[in-house]
């Protein structure tokens, strides 16, 4: 385990000036910028998004300190090979299937979180740590836009993953996490589940989003972060007609008129990933001709942006 004293040696690690890095640290406010992006139930959701420079730095830190920490094999989000279709097949053929949510998540994470354990005392100097936990943390919360906080948030909820899943097993439940969202499964009474969650959530300083709590038997739609898992996974018939109906759009108006029109703030790039990451979902779980063409599109669409902008 490398142990990081002094400035210096971190910046060399990272491929970033020390001077660079704490000049961000001193004015983070001024690397953000506020995006709202509109949300499948029809509100939005605010990120922050960080400069260039900001960026950089994170996708540094992501790469050389935060890919090492170890987390808990039940979290299925944010991790290299592993996706929502993991999260959703030992779900699959269950009796019953309890979806949770965490209220508020990333808005709810404290700085005292990081630095504590993310950026631990063992690992580095105060200095240091104080310097990562700022370019990490946000205005008053975790930043959703920021490279690093996927990752981050896997490490804070790691102790409450196992704790959840130790208490699951000995009970024949299963569970895994994707990002706030908690899934078990099984044959069992959802009370006490529901209870012991609330718990956990609470010693970690987290709340339980009692609004969000979805339970269902077989011969009900049982559905895991947009996958219907009554018997095998598949994407959900509303997940596949928003996806026809973007390309379709995108296709016939062009993605800067279909963002107009949508009164989306991203850029075409930046929706066309999120295109792209919702096409490689659906295609992941089953095989459709029409959006396997419309996959290729939009990579022909994004390597057309690309050129363009080094011209």
């Not at 640290?25 to 992006?37: D, K, M």
């Not at 990752?151 to 699951?168: K, T």
């Amino acid at each position: 385990m490398i142990v990081y004293t002094e400035s210096e040696t971190l910046a060399q690690d990272l491929g970033i000036p020390a001077s660079t890095l704490f000049s961000v640290s001193f004015h983070l406010g001024r690397h953000y910028r506020r995006v709202e992006i509109p949300k499948r139930d029809g509100g939005t959701r605010l990120l922050s998004v960080p400069d260039p420079i900001l960026k950089r730095i994170q996708r540094a830190v992501l790469r050389v300190l935060l890919f090492h920490i170890p987390i808990s094999p039940y979290a299925t989000a944010y991790r290299p090979g592993v996706g929502i279709r993991n999260n959703a097949v030992p779900h699959c053929g269950r009796k019953a299937v309890l979806r949770l949510d965490i209220l508020h998540f990333f808005d709810s994470v404290r700085y005292s979180q990081i630095k504590e354990k993310v950026f631990p005392a063992a690992v580095y100097s105060e200095k240091l740590r104080v310097l990562l936990s700022c370019l990490c943390y946000g205005r008053d919360g975790l930043p959703q836009g920021a490279p690093t906080s996927p990752v981050i948030s896997n490490i804070l909820l790691r102790e409450f993953d196992f704790a959840v899943g130790d208490w699951c097993h000995t009970r024949g439940i299963r569970y895994t996490r994707y990002c706030d969202d908690m899934i078990f499964s099984g044959d069992f009474d959802p009370a006490p589940v529901i209870r012991m969650v609330a718990e956990a959530l609470q010693r970690e300083g987290f709340r339980l989003n009692t609004r969000k709590i979805r339970f269902a038997r077989q011969g009900q739609r049982q559905s895991v972060t947009g996958v219907v898992v009554n018997e095998r996974p598949r994407m959900d018939s509303g997940g596949r007609r928003a996806l026809r109906a973007a390309l379709y759009y995108c296709q016939k108006y062009g993605v800067k008129d279909h963002l107009a029109r949508m009164k989306d703030p991203r850029t075409e790039e930046e929706y066309l990933r999120s295109l792209l990451g919702r096409l490689d979902f659906a295609l992941s779980l089953s095989k459709e001709p029409e959006l396997a063409a419309g996959r290729g599109w939009v990579l022909e669409q994004l390597r057309a942006l690309s050129s363009s902008s080094k011209q």
